[in-house]
């Protein structure tokens, strides 16, 4: 959504959004409060009209449908919200329904449809109960049979885990995986939690200030982040900063009797190499290990690392290449006085 205009009354909410979630796949938008994630989502099904530019979802240019095509095309485009939005007069199985009313559909058919959906959804048991007699867990899980009422080919989830504990979150989440998985839909979601980006999602955005200012495969996004922003989210969600004492005394530039404080990321084969051990004895520098924890995302392990490189500038600088050169993302963090 772009709003060239400059008026004080105008917000932009998003501007020079490009983003495009291939077939079948999960991604993820993440942002901080406020940065655009609900406007995008719901510029997808046009509950918000982008000013200009397009949307195109399963082929269809949404933005130029008449409102009865653009209401069919909303069939297609399942949602799911962070406080589920079920009607608490109808019970289970005439909330998921209710959309299969909406579009007319018979009875009987509508039972053929919904009760497969509530077993997907481990909700067999529980089709005559009404929300109110439901967990926050059970909730989502009727809102996503009702979001799947109409065999949708794309999943938007705003938000859908942030009303959860963790465990229900990731029962939910292992739910939305399975789905992708046995449906070959297509989940664009938007979250603050990168729990939930590690845990489900194949590529992920980070929006901010209304623009997407960076993209990347979710085992690339959490090895090394392209931006300060990625970088802090990626921070607070494995809590490794340099001790406080540490960080106080780092200096930007290097100078006569300081030694780097690094940051080193490392994925693949590097995880079970001793690549430390190795430095130490073939570069001649000592390493002080500050901080270490090794991720699984997805199918990848990664180990994540802060330490101190200890020795003459010019054998921590060859250090520093020597990690690089076996694939380590090596960030330096700053610079500290020698004690010795
Ligand atoms: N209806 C509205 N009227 C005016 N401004 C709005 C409206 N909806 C959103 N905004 C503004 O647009 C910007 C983006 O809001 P949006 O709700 O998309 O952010 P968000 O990333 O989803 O935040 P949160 O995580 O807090 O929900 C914010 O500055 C917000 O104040």
């Not at 970088?231 to 030694?259: C, I, S, Y």
Request: hydrophobic share 40%; net charge negative; glycine share 6%.
């Amino acid at each position: 959504m772009d709003r060239p205009k400059a008026d004080a009354n105008v917000i932009v909410a998003l501007k020079n959004v490009d983003l495009h979630v291939p077939q079948g796949s999960i991604h993820g938008v993440i942002g901080l409060s406020g940065a655009g994630k609900s406007t995008l989502i719901r510029c997808v099904n046009l509950l918000e009209r982008p000013s200009s530019g397009s949307v195109v979802v399963d082929g269809q240019e949404m933005t130029r449908l008449s409102s009865s095509d653009l209401n069919q095309a909303r069939h297609r485009i399942g949602m799911i919200f962070q406080h589920f939005n079920l009607l608490t007069s109808r019970n289970v199985f005439d909330n998921v329904a209710l959309p299969l009313e909406l579009m007319g559909m018979k009875r009987a058919e509508i039972r053929e449809r919904v009760m497969p959906l509530l077993d997907l959804t481990g909700l067999a048991d529980k089709t005559r109960q009404y929300p109110a007699q439901l967990s926050g867990g059970q909730k989502q899980r009727v809102a996503i049979a009702r979001a799947l009422a109409s065999k949708p080919r794309v999943l938007l989830c705003d938000e859908a885990t942030s009303a959860l504990d963790p465990q229900t979150t990731g029962s939910i989440l292992e739910l939305l995986r399975d789905i992708n998985q046995q449906l070959g839909l297509t989940i664009l979601l938007i979250t603050h939690e990168m729990e939930v980006v590690k845990s489900i999602c194949h590529r992920v955005s980070l929006i901010s200030g209304g623009e997407l200012v960076e993209e990347a495969d979710v085992g690339d996004f959490f090895t090394a982040p392209r931006t300060r922003l990625g970088r802090e989210f990626l921070n607070d969600f494995l809590q490794l900063e340099p001790p406080k004492a540490l960080v106080e005394r780092l200096e930007a530039k290097a100078g006569a009797n300081t030694h780097p404080v690094v940051r080193l990321a490392f994925s693949g084969d590097a995880v079970s190499t001793p690549l430390i051990s190795r430095l130490a004895r073939e570069c001649e520098v000592d390493v002080s290990i500050l901080q270490a924890k090794v991720e699984s995302i997805q199918e990848r392990t990664l180990g994540l690392m802060i330490a101190e490189l200890l020795g003459p500038a010019e054998k921590t600088r060859q250090a520093i290449d020597y990690l690089e050169a076996h694939d380590l993302h090596v960030e330096v963090l700053g610079h500290v006085q020698r004690d010795d």
